[in-house]
């Protein structure tokens, strides 16, 4: 697509519940970012693939999360028993080559996630 | 540490005025700076970026952002503010040839456009 795609656009959980966030780069792009946004906590960095090598998962904020990015494409950001602090809306980027080099990020339009 | 301070979390102006919206960073090496624009619902849309070239940068819908070592900023300008400006926008900051490939964003400023 011409775009970062992420789905599903907004999800409503229980608290508990195991959620999957898909995010489709854009096709080529070597790089994806996975950030959270919520209030009181502007966006927060969580996970960065980089080609094949190993992810950064530095921004993890616990164990219940989890991300994988299959065939250096699609990834799957997935938190285990939801928390309500969990609820936010959660941004995926990709990029053509890495950030340090002065790439640009291209941002999806976010998954909303509410957890009751 | 790389950080971004955005000052004013909140920016009011009139349709017509010049819109101003700081961004100071601290690093020790001058890095990749960012502007994003969020408008409500949506993702961040790139306005301009700063990697060596020219320090005066241009953008998309008329904004354009002025880095100044000296005095560690970056702050967006429009000459003349419109009504579909309102939004919140993010100065993001890259380290230059940096272990840590990731975007550290600014808190945000939130600007309102009055008629």
């Known amino acids: 697509g011409a775009g970062v795609s992420q789905s599903p656009s907004n999800k409503v959980t229980e608290k508990g519940k195991d959620v999957e966030l898909r995010c489709d780069p854009i096709?080529?792009?070597?790089?994806l970012y996975w950030y959270r946004q919520s209030l009181g906590q502007g966006l927060e960095f969580l996970i960065y693939?980089?080609?094949?090598?190993?992810?950064?998962k530095s921004g993890l904020p616990s164990d219940r999360f989890s991300a994988e990015r299959t065939g250096g494409s699609v990834s799957t950001l997935t938190i285990q028993r939801t928390q309500q602090e969990d609820s936010a809306v959660y941004l995926c980027a990709s990029s053509l080559y890495a950030l340090e080099v002065g790439a640009e990020a291209f941002f999806g339009q976010g998954t909303r996630l509410t957890v009751v | 540490a790389q950080s971004v301070t955005q000052l004013g979390s909140h920016v009011s102006v009139s349709e017509g005025a010049l819109v101003l919206l700081r961004c100071n960073y601290s690093s020790s090496v001058p890095p990749y700076l960012f502007w994003y624009v969020q408008y409500p619902n949506q993702g961040l849309q790139l306005l301009l970026k700063?990697?060596?070239?020219?320090?005066l940068v241009k953008g998309i819908n008329g904004f354009e952002a002025e880095f100044k070592k000296s005095e560690t900023s970056f702050h967006l300008t429009k000459p003349s503010a419109h009504m579909s400006d309102a939004a919140e926008y993010f100065c993001?900051?890259?380290?230059?040839?940096?272990?840590?490939?990731?975007?550290?964003f600014g808190t945000g400023t939130l600007l309102a456009v009055q008629p």
């Open positions: 693939f980089q080609g094949n090598s190993a992810p950064d």
């Open positions: 096709s080529g792009h070597t790089a």
């Open positions: 700063y990697t060596s070239a020219a320090t």
């Open positions: 993001a900051v890259s380290e230059r040839g940096g272990a840590t490939n990731k975007l550290i």
